[in-house]
């Protein structure tokens, strides 16, 4: 598959609409998360949850300030399937105002 198009960020406020929405744990686990950063080990994340828990048990957990959220606004799509003798099935969806146009592509 291949994707062309933008990618922005969304507003704080749609972030929290969305953050609210999440389970309880999935809102503690983003505080606990340093997201992709290396950690010692199982153990300091299951601690970092813990003290997380213990911070908001009796209170709604809050939005963190380092959690939002992007959108990917594509502008073009292709799905590629392998075939026989290299006659792949290739096929692009490209925006055309509020919908899409659907184009096969030669192998």
Do not use: C, K, N
Not at 37 to 43: F, K, L, N, Q, S
Not at 61 to 66: D, M
Not at 73 to 84: A, H, I, K, S, Y
């Amino acid at each position: 598959m291949r994707v062309s198009g933008t990618v922005e960020r969304i507003a704080r406020e749609e972030s929290a609409a969305y953050f609210s929405s999440r389970p309880v744990g999935s809102r503690i686990g983003a505080w606990a998360s340093v997201q992709s950063t290396v950690i010692p080990g199982r153990e300091w994340l299951e601690s970092a949850v813990a003290r997380a828990a213990a911070t908001y048990a009796d209170s709604d957990v809050p939005l963190p300030p380092h959690w939002g959220g992007f959108r990917v606004v594509p502008e073009e799509l292709e799905f590629w399937q392998g075939r026989e003798s290299r006659l792949h099935d290739r096929l692009r969806y490209q925006r055309a105002g509020e919908g899409w146009t659907l184009e096969r592509l030669s192998p």
